[in-house]
């Protein structure tokens, strides 16, 4: 495994921004100095970048969207990887990005999301098209001995992290419009669907609360009380307690009635309990779902 140290550095300097957005170091000075590209300023008072920073510039100027190295620094550059990744398409990069993840490299598997979503704009094209198949492919390899447990939970926390720490460049509308809460049952640890839910959510405009693995739903009636979601998502993805997870199941469909919220719930998990027909209640199955629930 890689050691953190020996990561690539992930700041860039003016003129390596400079040779990547293709304008002079002086462009790049001016840009800095009006507040159209930010950057963090060494002790020495040298400007340096972060991925992030380019981001940002590059969704408020689209045309240097295309710039961008989406697989970024030195060795790692690969022109044809790039090619795809522009298309939005991810035959190439599945593999790439499952090798990175399991060797934990947190910096390129970053650079690699917030680049995807610089260029493309739609989460719902890098959960459903590269991270739900990486994660897959991490469990077929631990199911096959390929992958120790230790290494499928680091690879797959490498990928919460990056996830996480994409929310930062994500453009989300200035008002919110409704609250929606985003939870598990008691006995999950499998949140990270959950969390892209949330950012789905807050990409639509919603203030979300989320409370992750293991929510014993009967805590969360003082959430109804405080909060008042007019929406409650759940994803399911291990049922350990088939019979827990169904009480748990109807006591937040009758907190749901009660409260007058609907109540969403998605995940493999799902299929295991008994879904009653009701008005209040929606089986979604995609990324996609939610954008349209
Ligand atoms: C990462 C991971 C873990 C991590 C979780 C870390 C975290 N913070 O999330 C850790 C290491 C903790 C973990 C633990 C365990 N895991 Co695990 N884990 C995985 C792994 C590799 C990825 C899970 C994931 O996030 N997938 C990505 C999501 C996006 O994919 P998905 O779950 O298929 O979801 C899709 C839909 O279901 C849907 N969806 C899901 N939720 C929602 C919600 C809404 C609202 C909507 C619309 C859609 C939706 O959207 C997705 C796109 O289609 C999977 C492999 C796999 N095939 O997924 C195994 C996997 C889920 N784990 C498995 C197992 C067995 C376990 C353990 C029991 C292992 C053990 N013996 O201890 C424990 C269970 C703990 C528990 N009680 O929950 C099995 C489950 C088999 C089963 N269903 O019976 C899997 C499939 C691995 C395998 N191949 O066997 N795991």
Same mark, same amino acid.
């Given at each position: 495994?890689?050691?953190?140290?020996?990561?690539?550095?992930?700041?860039?300097?003016?003129?390596?921004?400079?040779?990547?957005?293709?304008?002079?170091?002086?462009?790049?000075?001016?840009?800095?100095?009006?507040?159209?590209?930010?950057?963090?300023?060494?002790?020495?008072?040298?400007?340096?970048?972060?991925?992030?920073? &380019?981001?940002?510039?590059?969704? +408020?100027?689209?045309?240097?969207?295309?710039?961008?190295? @989406? =697989? #970024? $620094?030195?060795? !790692? &550059?690969?022109?044809?990887?790039? +090619?795809?990744?522009?298309?939005?398409?991810?035959?190439? @990069? =599945? #593999? $790439?990005?499952? !090798?990175?993840?399991?060797?934990?490299?947190?910096?390129?598997?970053?650079?690699?999301?917030?680049? @995807?979503?610089?260029?493309?704009?739609?989460?719902?094209?890098?959960?459903?098209?590269?991270?739900?198949?990486?994660?897959?492919?991490?469990?077929?390899?631990?199911?096959?001995?390929?992958?120790?447990?230790?290494?499928?939970?680091?690879?797959?926390?490498?990928?919460?992290?990056?996830?996480?720490?994409?929310?930062?460049?994500?453009?989300?509308?200035?008002?919110?419009?409704?609250?929606?809460?985003?939870?598990?049952?008691?006995?999950?640890?499998?949140?990270?669907?959950?969390?892209?839910?949330?950012?789905?959510?807050?990409?639509?405009?919603?203030?979300?609360?989320?409370?992750?693995?293991?929510?014993?739903?009967?805590?969360?009636?003082?959430?109804?009380?405080?909060?008042?979601?007019?929406?409650?998502?759940?994803?399911?993805?291990?049922?350990?307690?088939?019979?827990?997870?169904?009480?748990?199941?109807?006591?937040?469909?009758?907190?749901?009635?009660?409260?007058?919220?609907?109540?969403?719930?998605?995940?493999?998990?799902?299929?295991?309990?008994?879904?009653?027909?009701?008005?209040?209640?929606?089986?979604?199955?995609?990324?996609?779902?939610?954008?349209?629930?």
């Amino acid at each position: 495994m890689m050691n953190a140290l020996e990561q690539t550095s992930p700041y860039l300097s003016s003129v390596d921004v400079a040779r990547i957005l293709d304008v002079n170091v002086a462009t790049v000075k001016r840009w800095t100095e009006a507040g159209k590209l930010d950057c963090v300023k060494t002790a020495g008072g040298h400007r340096k970048f972060l991925m992030r920073h &380019l981001a940002a510039f590059a969704i +408020e100027h689209q045309k240097y969207a295309q710039h961008l190295p @989406l =697989i #970024p $620094f030195g060795s !790692e &550059l690969n022109l044809d990887l790039n +090619e795809e990744l522009l298309r939005g398409e991810f035959k190439e @990069l =599945i #593999p $790439f990005f499952l !090798e990175k993840s399991i060797l934990c490299e947190s910096t390129i598997i970053q650079n690699i999301l917030n680049s @995807l979503y610089m260029v493309h704009h739609d989460l719902v094209l890098i959960y459903d098209g590269l991270i739900t198949p990486v994660l897959h492919e991490i469990g077929s390899k631990w199911e096959r001995g390929d992958l120790s447990i230790a290494q499928e939970h680091l690879a797959s926390q490498t990928i919460r992290d990056a996830i996480i720490k994409m929310q930062d460049i994500v453009v989300k509308p200035e008002n919110w419009t409704e609250r929606a809460f985003v939870l598990t049952f008691s006995d999950e640890l499998h949140d990270i669907p959950a969390k892209m839910v949330q950012h789905l959510l807050e990409l639509r405009g919603f203030q979300v609360l989320f409370s992750g693995q293991r929510t014993p739903v009967g805590d969360t009636s003082s959430v109804f009380k405080s909060f008042h979601p007019e929406r409650v998502y759940v994803s399911s993805v291990f049922v350990e307690n088939a019979q827990q997870s169904q009480a748990e199941f109807s006591e937040l469909l009758e907190l749901c009635r009660t409260n007058n919220s609907a109540l969403f719930v998605g995940g493999s998990g799902i299929n295991q309990l008994k879904i009653e027909d009701d008005s209040q209640l929606h089986r979604l199955w995609t990324f996609n779902d939610v954008m349209q629930s």
